[in-house]
């Protein structure tokens, strides 16, 4: 297996469309640039956040490109590889692995929901095929489908490239400590949920998140605080930031809201979001941009500080 070992933060990279609803090539780019400024350890593609169940194989293709190009190395990369069937998710694993992902994050099948068989054999084709780190999205909200600690657990046992797991089975904080503990320590648990649980899934042991891609270097100042030891800070910043967290999560409006803060301040060019996901209002991204009142995000500063 190679060797790639995932920490810190990791944001699930949106996808920027063109005001006509194509993949947006210049503003990818300095979304990018905009992550690897705020000090990412690392960038996820093709997660839900990214509204990779609307994208196209041409799109995801040209994407991936468009990322590593930009990348450059200097980060590991996940993609996001997951299916509703076994046999599109494995060829879709092998692609991201060619293409230059670093580590897949994998979504359990979501339209026939699996039973406790058809999960297993699900990751363990996946690990089959590929040699490089597979982090299973254990994200029942989203996916409708809940994943037992101890397959996750037996999995990791029978396959060393099952090493993670991205929980966002809530409560998250207790499911982290029930996938450590069943696991004796092989699986490596990052937090999901926008970052929602994160200070307390770092008590519990968490290595990480994977929010959304708008306040990167605020989840980078917690996650660096509390691995400096200095919790207040990490608590603190933390909730304050927790408003904005929340209303990150709104159904159906999630997306829009992640990409009206990026344009903003110029990171992106357009909200445009894809169907299913709805545009927000005017009334709503009032709402929005209050949670952030006296806090000082990078993604509303860009432009300014960009040209500075």
């Not at 995932?6 to 194509?22: D, H, R, S, V």
């Not at 799109?59 to 980060?75: F, N, Q, S, T, Y």
């Not at 879709?92 to 058809?118: F, H, N, Q, W």
Request: proline share 6%; with cysteine.
């Amino acid at each position: 297996m190679k060797s790639t070992i995932l920490k810190g933060i990791y944001p699930i990279l949106a996808t920027p469309f063109t005001e006509t609803g194509e993949v947006d090539e210049m503003s990818l780019r300095e979304l990018v640039r905009f992550q690897l400024q705020a000090g990412v350890d690392g960038i996820a593609l093709f997660g839900m956040a990214s509204e990779m169940y609307t994208l196209l194989d041409e799109e995801k293709a040209l994407i991936a490109e468009v990322v590593v190009d930009e990348v450059r190395g200097r980060v590991p990369l996940v993609f996001g590889s997951g299916h509703t069937g076994l046999e599109v998710a494995v060829q879709l694993s092998i692609r991201a692995e060619r293409a230059g992902a670093d580590a897949l994050m994998v979504l359990p099948p979501y339209m026939a929901k699996p039973d406790g068989t058809r999960l297993y054999d699900y990751f363990a084709a996946i690990a089959k095929a590929v040699d490089i780190p597979i982090m299973i999205q254990d994200a029942p909200l989203a996916s409708g489908v809940n994943i037992p600690s101890a397959l996750m657990a037996k999995l990791s046992k029978e396959f060393e490239n099952i090493a993670y797991v991205k929980v966002e089975a809530p409560p998250t904080p207790a499911k982290t400590t029930e996938v450590l503990e069943q696991s004796d320590g092989r699986l490596t648990v990052f937090g999901g949920m926008n970052g929602m649980y994160f200070y307390e899934e770092l008590k519990r042991g968490a290595v990480g998140t994977m929010p959304a891609c708008e306040f990167p270097e605020v989840c980078v100042k917690i996650y660096q605080a509390f691995q400096a030891g200095d919790r207040e800070t990490a608590r603190r910043t933390f909730y304050q930031y927790l408003p904005f967290m929340r209303i990150g999560t709104l159904p159906g409006m999630a997306m829009a809201v992640h990409k009206e803060v990026l344009k903003a301040g110029g990171v992106i060019r357009s909200a445009y979001v894809r169907n299913p996901n709805a545009p927000i209002d005017a009334r709503t991204l009032e709402e929005v941009m209050e949670t952030l009142q006296g806090l000082d995000l990078l993604a509303l500063n860009w432009t300014a500080r960009r040209t500075q």
